[in-house]
Structure formats: C-alpha cells, structure tokens
C-alpha cells in the first residue's frame, strides 16, 4: 500500500474543468507555458506534464516536478503537422504517410533533431520525438500557447501514468499551478514510439499498433527491451526503457498460462498470501472472473479485446494499491493492443513473472 509522501506545496494546485468550462483552462494554461510554468493537461493517452518545449529552463522545471531522471528526453507536442518542420532537421521518407495516417493521435515518431530545440528535451541526443494528440483540449492548449509543448506523462517518476485529473493531483498536487480536467483518457496507454532513424522500430507498443505501421510501410522491428529486461551495460535505444516504470507501492505478480490454468495458480497464490496475512488483489478479466467469487478482484476488460485492458490498467494499479499489498494479474497474448498492455503491465510487476502454463 502506498505510504502518503510529506512535500513542500509551492503552489495551490487550481483544476479547471474542460467540460464545464470549455476555454477557460487553455486560454489560463496557454498564459502559463508562455510564461515559463507547468501545465498538466489531458490527452487522448494519459495526462501530460506540460512546458514551452523551446525553452529548456521551463523544460527543467518537468524533470524537478517529476522527480525525473535527466536523461530521460520528452516528447513535443504540436498542434499542426507543418510544426513538424519546427523540430526535426529533415522529415524521414515514411514519416509523411504515417502523419497522414495517425496524426491527430497515438503515435510518436522520432527523427534527426533542429538546433533549436533545448538539450533539455532531447536529453543530449541528436534526435527528437514528436507526436500531434488527437484530444482537442490538448490541441487547443499547444495553438493558444503557439509553440510546441513538450510533456511526459504527468504522473511522479515511476509511479503508474496518470490517466484522470485525480491522479495528477494525487502525484503532482501543490507541485503545479494547473490541471485542466478532461475527464478520463480514452486510451489509458501512452502513445507508441517509432523511431524513423535508421530501420523503422518500435520503442514502446500502444494504440497504434505494429500489426498496423507494418500494413501502411512494410517491416517494422519491435525494440528487445519491450518485453524483456533490459541487460546491465546495454544501451537503451529509447532511455525511458531502463527505468522501473508504472510500479504502485504493492508488490505486482504476472501469471501467464492458459486462462484456467492461470486462474487455479493466482488462487493458490492469494492464499498463501492471506495465511501470511497480507492483503492480496487480483486484476481479472470478463473471462475469468467467475474463478475469483468470494476473492478481492477487480475486473479490467476483456481478455479478447485488450485496448479495454489497456484503458483501466493504470486505474486500475492505483485504485488497488490503495487496499493490497500484493496484486496478482493475469497475462495476456502480446499480439495486437496486447503488446501495449504485457509491456506496461511487466515494467509494473518489475518483470516478476509466473509462468503456469505448465501446470
Ligand atoms: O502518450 C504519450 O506519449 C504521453 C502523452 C502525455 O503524450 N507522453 C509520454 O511521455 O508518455 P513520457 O515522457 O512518459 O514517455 C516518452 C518516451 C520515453 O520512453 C522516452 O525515453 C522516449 O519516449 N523518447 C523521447 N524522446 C526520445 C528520443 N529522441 N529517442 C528515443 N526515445 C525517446
Ligand atoms: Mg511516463
């Protein structure tokens, strides 16, 4: 269970509703990047932690809030696709027909980086990621502000992303001077990264997915690092992949194995744990729920249709931690929205895995 951190408020964090009040929030938001300030915003993905991604004192000001690790880059958010020309030094020969295809939404694409854009994003690297959000709201915020926005996701470093204004508020309250509350992410996973240096390859899986960039350009590789730990002494071709990702304060278990076979393990699991006396939580699924009756679970989705997994697994992970010490999730098929899921769900569970298929 997660333990309530003491820190120093220095701000009194104001959440303007994007609903109820529809321009208040960017037109107040879009004042604050001007002026060098924070603003966590929704997108279509999670919520974003929000600086003028041209101006690396403002760019710093993400990586104190965030506790973030400073080689770690950030994405830039723009608003048009010509703002591209912004960013990148040459647009890459596929990245026009997948801007076509998927912008506005999920996916990030990095190419070689202009001068202009701050060390503080990249990292030090010579390359930059970009990526247009569908969400309106997160539109209108980067147009009024009238520069890229660069943003991670909005959550404290390592903690599970945020996707509603409650989790940025729980993570970053008294740290920011605005949230501006759009209401749940419609994804719940961040965008798919691609890099478009060299060979197409995949960084991170999500919505747009490796099925459907390989049928608009051909062969795409999948980085090692998505579904594996990465090894001491290798070199991550996307720095977030070498951090502890995504992790509540309980302890997360992943038992892979047919849906029954899976299911008989985390029971014999749960048991355990109780008789140790800890308080344990399974994360379950449309299919298998009848195998948890009289047992803490919470349904997630449907294990045939994992873009429903995708969108409650971080809820899902803080809402948990707040009554189990232990989580005990069932794995799912990497294939389709399913390598988005296994791929967060694994960085969350530290890459603890049972397999039980032989059972
Ligand atoms: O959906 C999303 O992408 C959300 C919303 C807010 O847009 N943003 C997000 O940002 O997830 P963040 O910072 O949490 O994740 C960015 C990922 C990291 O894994 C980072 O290492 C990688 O993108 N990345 C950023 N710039 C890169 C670059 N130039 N080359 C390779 N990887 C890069
Ligand atoms: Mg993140």
């Known amino acids: 269970m997660r333990q309530r951190e003491e820190t120093q408020p220095a701000f009194e964090t104001q959440v303007i509703s994007a609903v109820r009040q529809e321009e208040a929030g960017t037109i107040q938001g879009a004042k604050l990047i001007q002026a060098g300030e924070l603003v966590a915003f929704p997108t279509e993905t999670v919520y974003g932690l929000g600086a003028n991604g041209l101006n690396g004192e403002a760019v710093a000001k993400i990586f104190a809030a965030k506790g973030r690790p400073a080689d770690n880059p950030l994405i830039e958010h723009i608003a048009k696709k010509s703002d591209?020309?912004?960013?990148?030094?040459?647009?890459?020969k596929q990245a026009q027909l997948l801007m076509d295809t998927f912008w506005p939404g999920p996916l990030t694409l990095v190419a070689p980086k202009c001068d202009r854009v701050p060390e503080e994003v990249t990292a030090g690297l010579e390359t930059v990621a970009v990526r247009m959000p569908q969400n309106k709201t997160a539109r209108a915020l980067i147009a009024k502000a009238g520069v890229p926005i660069a943003a991670p996701s909005a959550n404290r470093s390592g903690r599970p992303s945020p996707t509603t204004a409650q989790h940025v508020l729980d993570d970053l309250g008294g740290r920011i001077p605005l949230i501006i509350d759009g209401g749940a992410?419609?994804?719940?996973?961040?965008?798919?990264?691609?890099?478009?240096?060299?060979?197409?390859?995949?960084?991170?899986?999500?919505?747009?997915?490796r099925e459907m960039i390989a049928a608009l350009i051909g062969e795409v590789r999948v980085s090692d690092s998505i579904l594996k730990p990465m090894k001491d002494g290798e070199v991550a071709a996307s720095p977030g992949m070498k951090y502890q990702h995504y992790a509540p304060a309980a302890e997360v278990i992943v038992i892979l194995g047919k849906p029954e076979q899976a299911a008989k393990r985390i029971n014999a699991l749960y048991r355990e744990a109780e008789a140790q006396g800890r308080i344990?939580?399974?994360?379950?699924?449309?299919?298998?729920?009848?195998?948890?009756?009289?047992?803490?679970?919470?349904v997630l989705g449907d294990r045939n249709e994992p873009e429903t997994l995708c969108a409650n697994l971080f809820s899902a992970l803080r809402e948990m931690d707040t009554r189990a010490d232990l989580i005990?999730?069932?794995?799912?098929?990497?294939e389709d929205e399913g390598l988005a899921y296994m791929n967060r769900l694994l960085r969350a569970a530290g890459f603890h895995v049972i397999d039980a298929s032989n059972d």
């Open 185 to 209: 992410c419609k994804y719940g996973v961040e965008s798919t990264v691609l890099s478009l240096v060299g060979e197409p390859t995949i960084l991170r899986p999500g919505a747009i997915t």
């Open 280 to 298: 344990a939580e399974i994360a379950a699924t449309e299919q298998t729920k009848h195998y948890y009756k009289g047992r803490r679970h919470l």
């Open 84 to 92: 591209v020309r912004q960013l990148w030094s040459r647009i890459p």
């Open 328 to 334: 005990l999730a069932e794995g799912i098929s990497a």
